[in-house]
């Protein structure tokens, strides 16, 4: 019967069909989450919008579970299922960048390095992650922040339309004269609502940037983090600072004699001139002791882009928690530090990220993605090679978030959740707009076909 199914199905698509038993298969069921393995039935890898539309027909009429993978690189293995159809998006690469309009037409298995690639050739760009080999598709759905947030607020912020083949097989575009409410939902609500084939997002003015990290001995966390919390408000919103607690690893590019020790990351990005950069962080640095390093250079935007790609690759074993973090007292700041002490591998972290500045200019009801007041997103990931640590990188990433939770707000970026934090969690993350989310799922997914994600039932 399965061999039927897949038979089918590969008549219905112009892209490949694997299915178990292939050549193929393991790798192409492999997810960047090491730590997750899923054995799908069928993996429908889909060539263009007509493939989409058959795949979701098909799993409809199936009764199979669906699966959504663009980029492949959500955390929580989102993009794949059990014993179901895995509809991946990943040969959907297309791009078309118009310089005169200042926007960007991005298929939906882009990754955010093939996005800067292209439009850094006209000068433009806009707010994605930090990690090039990022999906778009999934950075975006969840709201999508990084280096140019502070200037031009979050991914969602800057997408003006969406085509989207929705659960019955329909395709329909989402912009601000049809199907708002869909677009609404699309700015941060996940892949809840119908599988996105390609998106149009606003580009900005930016080419050279000014970035790069300066190291400290994390023996100076405490007055970094309390420096650097007074610091970013009145920070130019040309500048991206994020924390980091992190440790060096053991190998090039960095000195010997720092490896394996702990140290207190400021992660630079300045969008303009050097001589504006130094002269807008001078008031940071300037007040802390002297760095092990600092290697802040002028640089193409999509350098500082793809800078931490090497050490990030598929097949890691991964455990996160997030939140969403509105200020950081000295209380806090000494449960960071306790258990920044404890890291159990070298590549093991917690991040801040901020997300202030035009982030905070939208209103909360504005797009799905509600938290409009935070200061920062936070994550706190362990990670490592070796499947033997995942019991321990999985215990040391739980204990540090029930230290410093009750410091933050409710809720987290959606990307920096597992999926084991439940409704209640996910509630939180959207506050008020979440009944409306539920009321936009139930227009356009009644039956929650699509339901593979973090997902927002719908209302009844």
Request: charged share 20%.
């Amino acid at each position: 019967m399965r061999d039927e199914a897949g038979s089918t199905l590969r008549a219905r698509l112009r892209g490949a069909v694997i299915q178990r038993g292939d050549a193929g298969y393991g790798e192409a069921r492999r997810l960047f989450n090491g730590m997750i393995d899923k054995r799908p039935l069928l993996i429908a890898r889909c060539a263009d919008v007509a493939d989409v539309i058959s795949a979701v027909n098909f799993g409809r009429e199936e009764g199979l579970p669906i699966a959504i993978r663009g980029g492949g690189h959500n955390g929580a293995g989102l993009g794949s299922v059990d014993d179901g159809l895995v509809i991946d998006l990943s040969m959907m690469r297309g791009i078309r960048v118009d310089p005169a309009a200042r926007t960007v037409r991005v298929e939906a298995g882009c990754t955010q390095g093939d996005v800067d690639h292209a439009a850094h050739a006209f000068g433009l760009a806009f707010p994605a992650g930090i990690i090039s080999t990022t999906g778009l598709a999934g950075l975006t759905l969840s709201g999508g922040h990084g280096y140019l947030s502070r200037k031009y607020g979050l991914t969602v912020d800057n997408l003006l339309e969406a085509d989207v083949v929705l659960a019955d097989g329909r395709f329909v575009t989402a912009g601000k004269e049809q199907n708002s409410d869909l677009l609404w939902a699309l700015r941060g609500g996940g892949g809840n609502f119908g599988v996105v084939t390609s998106f149009k997002f606003a580009l900005h003015p930016v080419s050279a940037v000014f970035a790069g990290p300066v190291a400290f001995d994390q023996k100076h966390a405490r007055m970094i983090m309390q420096r650097y919390r007074e610091f970013l408000p009145a920070a130019p919103e040309e500048l991206c600072v994020f924390l980091g607690l992190k440790t060096v690893p053991s190998s090039a590019p960095f000195p010997q004699e720092f490896w394996g020790k702990r140290f207190c990351l400021l992660m630079c990005c300045y969008d303009g001139a050097e001589d504006k950069g130094k002269a807008a962080l001078a008031p940071l640095l300037d007040a802390l002791p002297a760095p092990w390093f600092n290697w802040m250079g002028t640089m193409p935007y999509p350098a500082v882009q793809s800078m931490f790609d090497g050490f990030y690759p598929k097949g890691m074993q991964w455990y996160w928690r997030g939140d969403f973090v509105k200020t950081l007292p000295d209380a806090a700041i000494d449960a960071h530090l306790e258990q920044a002490a404890r890291t159990p591998t070298e590549l093991s972290l917690m991040h801040l990220y901020p997300i202030d500045g035009a982030v905070h200019r939208i209103r909360s009801d504005e797009t799905a993605w509600n938290c409009r007041d935070a200061t920062w997103s936070m994550v706190i990931a362990g990670i490592d090679p070796d499947p033997d640590k995942a019991a321990a990188i999985t215990r040391w990433t739980r204990g540090y978030w029930d230290a410093v939770h009750p410091f933050d707000l409710g809720g987290a970026y959606p990307n920096f959740m597992m999926d084991d934090e439940g409704e209640a969690r996910l509630k939180a993350t959207y506050g008020s707009n979440y009944p409306r989310l539920a009321a936009v799922k139930h227009k356009y997914d009644r039956a929650n076909l699509f339901r593979i994600n973090h997902n927002i039932r719908p209302a009844a």
